[in-house]
């Protein structure tokens, strides 16, 4: 499927009524701003196919991109944003909890979390309602490269073990260099022909 990025389609932006596309699909979730569209755009090899910006809370709606033949990836709307109104706030939750709850063609979410953050009570929430809902998923810790080579371990572990996690189920993750890229590919491609 990594070989397929070059034939890549934007789908459109949705709040709802997704388009049946027929092929697996992937969502990338995650707090604002802690760098999905960015991750995105590293698997698919892009600069820009998800729009990436250093303002919070810049991806509102739910973009969805055909991978060549083979997956779907969906680029999710961050949550937690402190300075949205509440009101706002509560859209973006509904809007996320009616896609996971209602998208028969979703294989893998990915949660992407800040590698250098303590886990926080959203991601876990998320993590729960994802445990509950049977729906398989996989933590990225992303912005790993800003981390020192000597505290990534400490972090990664404190991760893991806040969220209760299996070492598979965590991958150290850098938009910026591509390291742990390979890792979630595997993670993806396993996840779309289960
Ligand atoms: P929203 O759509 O607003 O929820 O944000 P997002 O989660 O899609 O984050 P986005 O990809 O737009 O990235 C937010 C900021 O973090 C940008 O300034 C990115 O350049 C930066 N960033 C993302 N990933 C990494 C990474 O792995 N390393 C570093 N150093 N910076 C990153
Ligand atoms: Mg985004």
Not at 38 to 65: D, E, H, M, W
Not at 68 to 84: H, T
Request: hydrophobic share 40%; proline share 4%.
């Amino acid at each position: 499927m990594r070989n397929q990025v070059g034939a890549l389609e934007f789908l459109g932006s949705f709040v709802d009524q997704f388009p049946e596309v027929g092929l697996p699909e992937i969502a990338f979730a995650g707090r604002s701003n802690v760098g999905k569209s960015s991750a995105l755009n590293c698997l698919l090899n892009r600069k820009k196919a998800a729009r990436v910006s250093s303002t919070p809370g810049r991806t509102q709606l739910i973009n969805l991109f055909r991978v060549g033949k083979g997956c779907v990836f969906a680029d999710l709307p961050g949550y937690g944003f402190a300075r949205v109104p509440d009101s706002v706030q509560s859209n973006w939750k509904g809007m996320i909890e009616n896609y996971l709850g209602g998208r028969d063609t979703l294989r893998l979410v990915v949660l992407l979390v800040d590698a250098r953050r303590d886990p926080t009570r959203l991601d876990g929430e998320l993590i729960a309602g994802l445990r509950a809902a049977n729906i398989p998923f996989l933590v990225v810790a992303t912005k790993i490269d800003k981390l020192k080579r000597s505290q990534q371990a400490k972090h990664i572990a404190q991760i893991r073990k806040g969220f209760q996690l299996k070492t598979e189920q965590l991958v150290p993750f850098s938009s910026m260099t591509g390291s742990g890229k390979d890792q979630v590919w595997d993670k993806i491609e396993q996840a779309c022909v289960a």
